[in-house]
T-cell receptor, first 114, second 112 residues
Framework: ETGVTQTPRHLVMGMTNKKSLKCEQH?????MYWYKQSAKKPLELMFV???????ENNSVPSRFSPECPNSSHLFLHLHTLQPEDSALYLC?????????????FGPGTRLTVL | AQTVTQSQPEMSVQEAETVTLSCTYD???????LFWYKQPPSRQMILVIR??????QNATENRFSVNFQKAAKSFSLKISDSQLGDAAMYFC?????????FGAGTILRVKS
């Protein structure tokens, strides 16, 4: 596979469930990102990892827990979510954190919290 | 903090015609990058075009071009000879430090 892949593509979970979103990039990039995309709102940056180290947490509630075991993989662990957390969660990667670097996006996971 | 504003929630264009999507931003920085990303329905977001703030020449990529007005902090996207495949959500984005800031997006509909 090429580019940035995300699994699952769709996820429905109850507020008491625990689930994880997975992102994998096949581009040899060093930076990876989680974004939340809600309807009619700008994309919200959630977390940034650079060389496996978390460099940014954009005041995200602790019910979202990221994990980056290596530069190619990024996870978002979910627990006790709220209905307002329903959104499209996008993963992205870039060569590094330089300003000129294009971010490559995955297809997203459509999350519905019941 | 930097902000990006896309004032057109939706736009429509007839196939083969030209459409311009608006974007303004607010920043106190002098060196930064601006991007237009395209998100087709149920498909991945891809980069359409990028502009470096210190370059006065407007970026062009085939049918896509920008009108970058640095003093006015305006960065519009012009799509010429619109095609059905151009239908998508378009996001304007700003990167000054190391954080990409997005606008709310403009839905572009292409009519045949």
């Amino acid at each position: 596979e090429t580019g940035v892949t995300q699994t699952p593509r769709h996820l429905v979970m109850g507020m008491t469930n625990k689930k994880s979103l997975k992102c994998e990039q096949h581009l040899g990039h060093n930076a990876m990102y989680w974004y939340k995309q809600s309807a009619k709102k700008p994309l919200e940056l959630m977390f940034v990892y650079n060389f496996k180290e978390q460099t940014e947490n954009n005041s995200v509630p602790s019910r979202f827990s990221p994990e980056c075991p290596n530069s190619s993989h990024l996870f978002l662990h979910l627990h006790t979510l709220q209905p307002e957390d329903s959104a499209l969660y996008l993963c992205a990667s870039s060569q590094d954190r330089g300003r000129s670097n294009e971010q490559f996006f995955g297809p997203g996971t459509r999350l519905t919290v019941l | 903090a930097q902000t990006v504003t896309q004032s057109q929630p939706e736009m429509s264009v007839q196939e083969a015609e030209t459409v311009t999507l608006s974007c303004t931003y607010d920043t106190s920085e002098s060196d930064y990058y601006l991007f237009w990303y395209k998100q087709p329905p149920s498909r991945q977001m891809i980069l359409v075009i990028r502009q470096e703030a210190y370059k006065q020449q407007n970026a062009t990529e085939n049918r896509f071009s920008v009108n970058f007005q640095k003093a006015a902090k305006s960065f519009s996207l012009k799509i010429s000879d619109s095609q059905l495949g151009d239908a998508a959500m378009y996001f304007c984005a700003y990167m000054g430090g190391n954080k990409l800031v997005f606008g709310a997006g403009t839905i572009l509909r292409v009519k045949s």
